[in-house]
């Protein structure tokens, strides 16, 4: 493989021209969705800084019953929880409460500190509530969920086009913001952790090209959970599974619940 093969695969953005316009569908869907909500406390900190902080949406009034966690994607350096608001409908459908948290960005902190991060709000969430039954996330999002079931914060994991062998990005241009080595990249990869005794459902997009979808392989593979890929997705439109009630994402997590 080649820098311009690993460049050309992990790169989303210059690999999907229209993914402009699928954000701004996200704002756009998730602001109306926080509008509407009625049952939601916002801003929820769960560390020092202002990003630590997270959106908790519920089915109803009470604040018991099943409780996922869903984390942004952005390669750990874009993005907030205010961007997936909406992702929440999906689940909420079937009367699982959802976590929507942010994390602090690299270069500002190190990989590592954002790991830290989301372990926190994992706890904090367990700390309030006395469970946390499933984490989910998209892109970089799918390793935190991922790197959470690997610590055993989590008793299941459904990451969407997660990231679980980041020694590839290490040659590309994300990387500039990461500042990560071979070793610090193996440290910090799913793949590198033993594995864990939870469940796992990894999907991916069925246009995403052979990277994402070996790198769901490879996780399915070592954890001895499953994966599939989504017919008609690429890495910015597969999210959309998680906000319909009756989306392959929002199946999956009902399933493995």
Known sequence: MTD???EAEYNNRTKVP?????????????????????????????????????DVFWPGSARDGRLAMFIHGGYWQGLDKSF???IAQGL?????????????????VRLADIVAQ??????????????LDVASGHSAGGHLAAMLLAEGLVPAAVPISGLFDL?????????????????????????????????????????EGMEYETQSRRIAEAWDGQWEP????DHFTIPDELARPDGR?????????
């Not at 994402?249 to 619940?257: D, E, G, K, Q």
Request: proline share 7%.
């Open 92 to 108: 909420l459908a079937h009367g699982i409460a959802v976590a929507v948290p942010s994390y602090d960005l690299c270069p500002q």
């Open 230 to 233: 989504v017919k008609g997705h």
């Open 118 to 131: 989301i372990a926190a709000a994992a706890r904090l969430l367990i700390a309030r509530h006395g469970r």
């Open 167 to 207: 020694r590839p990005l290490v040659e590309t241009s994300i990387n500039g913001a990461l500042g990560l080595d071979d070793a610090e990249a193996w440290r910090l990869s799913p793949l590198g952790c033993p594995r864990p005794a939870g469940r796992l459902h990894a999907l991916v997009g069925g246009d």
């Open 84 to 86: 997936m608001s909406h």
């Open 249 to 257: 994402v929002t199946a999956a997590i009902c399933a493995i619940l």
């Open 18 to 54: 229209g993914h402009p316009a699928v954000i701004a569908a996200w704002v756009r869907d998730a602001a109306a969705f926080r509008a509407g909500v009625v049952h939601a406390e916002f801003d929820v900190p769960y560390g020092p800084s202002v990003r630590q902080a997270m």
């Open 4 to 6: 311009q093969y690993l």
